[in-house]
């Protein structure tokens, strides 16, 4: 049976006055949260999205190059072109150095933490994006004008809410968005601060707590291959503690 979550709020912008969410599938593990959300409501149209919500404090985050699928989770990360845009860092080592401005998703090992523009020096693991969707819990509407930002593709953002836990939002199969629509869905679902990570043929999302088992991807393995589509090679990722 399907379950309708109904969530009214205020903006200055009255298409986010309501959203209404129809939730498709909803499990729930140990320590996360999975959804796959209808927002026909909000973008007058049939579009799928998932949504994960990984409790504070109850996973292990860093940032790799190889054997992302041996993590309880993954999404990809960086930009790339051939290599990946922007900074990575693994371990303390500078893999790709980092651009002006953008927001960076960094963490000791343990616990995530969201930068915008700059960041600390001492950081343990980084991986930077240039796009970024929304800060202390306001959208960055200056970048939903531009020409790159209307397109709809499958969209990615990787954030927290307001009380620290991890959110993932991303487009399913019927799900292209663009980047406003993402942002806006995202904050409705509770982002507070929300980093755009590379979309299109790279979303590439994992997940295994408890009874959830939870994979997603654009384009599989299999096309990516036949097709000659590039691969991210940097992923966040995180072991339950």
């Known amino acids: 049976m399907k379950k309708k979550l109904t969530i009214i709020g205020l903006s200055i912008v009255s298409v986010l006055a309501m959203v209404s969410f129809t939730i498709t599938k909803d499990k729930k593990g140990i320590n996360s949260d999975v959804k796959i959300i209808n927002t026909f409501e909000f973008i007058k149209r049939d579009c799928e999205v998932g949504f994960i919500k990984i409790n504070k404090n109850k996973m292990n985050y860093s940032v790799t190059n190889h054997n992302h699928e041996n993590f309880n989770f993954y999404v990809n990360a960086n930009y790339f072109d051939k290599k990946p845009i922007g900074e990575v860092k693994i371990n303390g080592e500078v893999i790709n150095r980092k651009n002006k401005k953008g927001g960076y ?36 509407f200056h970048i939903f004008n531009q020409a790159w930002a209307k397109y709809r593709l499958h969209r990615l953002i990787v954030g927290e809410d307001i009380n620290g836990n991890i959110i993932v939002v991303h487009s399913r199969d019927n799900g292209k968005l663009t980047v406003s629509e993402i942002c806006e869905i995202s904050k409705k679902l509770g982002v507070y601060n929300g ?29 990516r291959n036949f097709f000659n589509v590039p691969t991210p090679s940097v992923f966040i990722v995180g072991d339950f503690n």
Do not use: M, W
């Not at 994006?129 to 202390?136: E, K, L, R, V, Y």
């Not at 999302?205 to 997603?216: P, R």
């Open 195 to 223: 980093l755009i990570f590379d979309g299109g043929a790279s979303v590439e999302i994992g997940l295994k707590d408890g009874n959830i088992n939870y994979t997603y991807q654009s384009v599989s393995d299999l096309s």
């Open 105 to 140: 998703f960094t963490t000791d090992g343990k616990t995530p933490k969201f930068y915008f523009y700059n960041r600390p020096n001492n950081v343990k693991f980084s991986s930077q994006t240039h796009t970024i969707g929304i800060i202390n819990g306001k959208l960055n």
